[in-house]
């Protein structure tokens, strides 16, 4: 069984940068499909953004669009999501997932099998 484990949260200031990671153990997933989803207290937690096994195929929210960048390595085993131009209503519970089904990336929870614990990334204004 895959464990997804994710790093990098933390606190930063309106207009800052992190570099989320979530490093994949137990076995290779570079024929999974990763993404990134995101939960803010009281809300629902919401796709951010996706990549396909290969790399070559990302699709985001339009929330972030222009300013995150999913990125992977499938020889670390590690998939990434820069997220640039940070504002307030990015604070959230960062999670990563995969799907090695085959399918088409999805966006909604349900497409996806394994889930890593989170990590927390506060945005100040």
């Known amino acids: 069984q895959v464990q997804l484990v994710e790093s990098g949260g933390g606190l930063v200031q309106a207009g800052g940068s992190l570099r989320l990671s979530c490093a994949a153990s137990?076995?290779?997933?570079?024929?999974?499909?990763m993404a990134w989803f995101r939960q803010a207290p009281g809300k629902e937690r919401e796709f951010v953004a996706v990549i396909t096994w290969s790399g070559g195929g990302t699709y985001y929210a339009d929330s972030v669009k222009g300013r995150f960048t999913i990125s992977r390595d499938n020889a670390k085993n590690t998939v990434y999501l820069q997220m640039n131009s940070l504002k307030p209503e990015d604070t959230a519970v960062y999670y990563c997932?995969?799907?090695?089904?085959?399918?088409?990336?999805?966006?909604?929870?349900?497409?996806?099998?394994?889930w890593g614990q989170g990590t927390q990334v506060t945005v100040s204004s």
């Open positions: 137990g076995r290779s997933f570079s024929w999974c499909t």
């Open positions: 997932a995969e799907d090695c089904r085959a399918r088409a990336p999805g966006v909604t929870r349900d497409e996806y099998d394994s």
